[in-house]
């Protein structure tokens, strides 16, 4: 044999371990991505995880949050500027986790499990007050999705609620 054919030989067994290489990086990364998602999907879980908490451990927040909600009797300057700091406080959550999904960093069942606990809020009169007149400085991207999404009628809330009657009305 010759040296052209050990050269000849030497360029495939290269090009074949450079194919090999990028095959393990691609895998490599595509389990990366995966295991970013889930950590990502994780602290999304633990911030609503912990608003959620914050109402729930605090009873007269709570009160004032489920009497917001549930459309009950007028609330005072007291209750509704505390509702008013913690429906503040979701919107930055959502959206956090919308700027995540739109970098591919979420699902879109989690972003989607991130709306429905929003749009209960959302159903709030003070809420929908704050959000049509845009009260907030947000994502100008952020407003477009979540309306276009309140828009789809099987988001609504109130409808998933049929029959169900608030804790706090007068009715």
Do not use: H
Not at 85 to 114: D, H, L, N, P
Not at 119 to 148: H, S, T
Request: glycine share 8%.
């Amino acid at each position: 044999m010759n040296w052209e054919a050990f050269g000849a030989i030497g360029e495939v067994v290269g090009a074949i371990g450079v194919i090999l290489t990028l095959g393990f990086l691609a895998l490599q990364i595509r389990q990366n991505t995966k295991g970013l998602v889930a950590e990502t999907e994780m602290q999304m879980n633990f911030k609503l995880a912990d608003w959620f908490s914050r109402i729930g451990s605090d009873s007269e927040l709570m009160q004032t949050w489920m009497k917001t909600v549930e459309g009950g009797s007028p609330l005072s300057v007291k209750e509704e500027s505390s509702f008013g700091w913690q429906f503040a406080s979701i919107i930055f959550v959502t959206q956090g986790c919308f700027s995540q999904f739109r970098r591919g960093y979420i699902s879109e069942e989690m972003m989607q499990s991130v709306l429905q606990n929003f749009y209960g809020a959302l159903e709030a009169a003070p809420a929908k007050k704050a959000w049509d007149e845009k009260a907030l400085n947000l994502n100008p991207d952020f407003y477009e999705y979540v309306d276009r999404m309140r828009a789809q009628k099987t988001w609504s809330p109130r409808e998933q609620r049929e029959g169900y009657k608030p804790r706090f009305s007068n009715e």
